[in-house]
């Protein structure tokens, strides 16, 4: 019989079930397993909704009257965000289900309501900028959650979709971090959910601090499972407690981290998982991917949630050859006008389409320092590693091959049968004086002199081997670095 885990951390935390409710909850930290018991813990008073009912509704509900005159006409309302309660309301609606963002419900009280110029039955055809009117529900979701504390929101009537609302009785689909549900009376029981213990396993799970709105009180932060099925977000009694057991969950995730990579390495062995972790991909439009980020030996692998099978490792959602990716910024980039700036890398990847851009945030100043170092020194090993990359070009109307090494140069070369045939250039790298390119299909390099100037018809867009060629020199670059 294997012995009881031994406990690593145990204390008194709250649990929010609701934006506006919270429950204590006895926390205890094992080796491999956070978990929370909500048992015969006092649950703390919630604030009352405020009083009253308007035409029937429930006491936290707001149902004012609609003006027939904005009815199909597009409107614009500023909503200054609480810090409790969000925007205050629900909904419905999305391209799944063939309807657009709905205004289900909106809470008395809260920042919507405040406004007296938004109504059950409002269509959301924008915020901040942004368009829902072909966004999924999900997508909407994320959109109106990472806005910031001022949101405009574009609107426009619909009389009968509020109709609609009214008669189904039906409850809208709330968003936890903006739309109360009505408050617990109380006496009321815990739902079954909330009851039960839960537990996050800690191999692989994220944990984070970074919430939204930002957390004022620096006393949040959100564990989530590996296969993003399962989460908490859990308050602590002060700044320095939070701490505490955020770094007490991200040593154990770290811990299992060689576990974790050897559970990779068998279910494909000539994998060799350099580093693992959570990171935020960040858009300019859009809503923020948590992603998996493996980093190995040649590429970095972008994954949903961590994979539990050869054939999920073997399909990332992302890869990036490390050979034709280079870091361009690491924390505030210039022409950024992303948040949390301060904790975020930049990646430009070279692709048979162009030039991809890729913006990431961490959750700290360490991962960033870590991921920082390791994606440099992991795109000066793949191409020590690689050393020798080949492409069919034109040169001068002939078809042949351009071959680039690390330690060779360029050599263009024409061959039978898999075989070198025939060398009709080579030049070493410390010759090459310029390179460019059209961005389209022309390369351009330049190796001192007017008869050494070659243009290449690499017959796609150059930027992999332009991304390759520079991959190369930064490497002998570092050579000479360590040799100095």
């Excluded at 965000?81 to 999305?94: E, H, N, R």
Aim: hydrophobic letters at 35%; charged letters at 25%.
């Amino acid at each position: 019989m294997a012995a009881a885990m031994k406990e690593q951390k145990t204390g008194l935390l709250e649990l929010r079930v609701t934006v506006d409710r919270w429950i204590r909850v006895l926390a205890t930290l094992t080796e491999d397993t956070l978990t929370v018991n909500p048992g015969e813990v006092p649950e703390e008073p919630t604030k009352p909704s405020p009083a009253g009912a308007i035409n029937g509704d429930p006491p936290n509900l707001s149902s004012s009257p609609v003006p027939e005159t904005i009815t199909n006409v597009k409107r614009t309302v500023r909503v200054t965000k609480q810090d409790v309660g969000g925007l205050g309301i629900s909904i419905k609606g999305g391209r799944e289900n063939k309807m657009p963002i709905l205004i289900s419900k909106i809470f008395k009280g809260l920042a919507a309501d405040q406004t007296e110029a938004l109504y059950v039955g409002d269509a959301i055809l924008s915020v901040n900028g942004y368009d829902l009117r072909e966004a999924t529900h999900d997508e909407a979701v994320q959109a109106l959650k990472k806005t910031g504390k001022e949101v405009i929101l574009e609107v426009k009537y619909i009389k009968e979709m509020s109709a609609f609302f009214k008669s189904s009785g039906s409850p809208g689909a709330a968003l936890p971090w903006d739309s109360p549900p009505s408050t617990p009376q109380r006496g009321t029981e815990l739902s079954p959910e909330v009851k039960e213990p839960r537990s996050i396993p800690l191999k692989m799970c994220q944990v984070s601090r970074k919430q939204c709105p930002p957390d004022t009180e620096n006393r949040y932060f959100e564990v989530i499972s590996s296969n993003r099925k399962n989460s908490v977000f859990l308050r602590a009694r002060d700044p320095a407690m939070a701490q505490s057991w955020y770094n007490g969950i991200q040593a154990g995730a770290a811990n299992l981290l060689p576990r974790v990579k050897e559970e990779m390495k068998s279910m494909q062995p000539g994998m060799e998982v350099k580093h693992l972790g959570w990171i935020t991909e960040q858009v300019a439009h859009g809503p923020e991917r948590p992603v998996l980020a493996v980093l190995t030996d040649k590429d970095l692998l972008l994954y949903p949630s961590l994979p539990e099978s050869k054939e999920s490792l073997s399909s990332p959602t992302k890869s990036h050859p490390l050979i034709t990716t280079r870091l361009v910024h690491s924390g505030p980039g210039k022409s950024s006008p992303l948040l949390d700036s301060e904790l975020s890398f930049g990646l430009r990847s070279g692709t048979k389409q162009g030039v991809e851009t890729h913006v990431f945030r961490v959750d700290s100043a360490k991962e960033l320092s870590t991921w920082t170092h390791l994606l440099v020194e992991g795109c000066h090993n793949a191409a020590e590693l690689i050393k020798e990359v080949t492409t069919a070009c034109s040169w001068n109307g002939k078809e042949c091959t351009l071959g680039v090494h690390i330690d060779d140069g360029f050599t263009l070369f024409t061959e039978e049968m898999g075989v070198r045939k025939s060398i009709l250039l080579q030049q070493p790298f410390e010759r090459l004086r310029m390179s460019s390119d059209d961005g389209v299909r022309m390369m351009f390099l330049d190796f001192g002199g007017p008869e050494a100037e070659i243009q290449l018809d690499l017959h796609c867009c150059p930027k992999t081997i332009v991304f390759i060629i520079h991959s190369f020199l930064s490497a002998k670059v570092k050579r000479l670095g360590l040799l100095a």
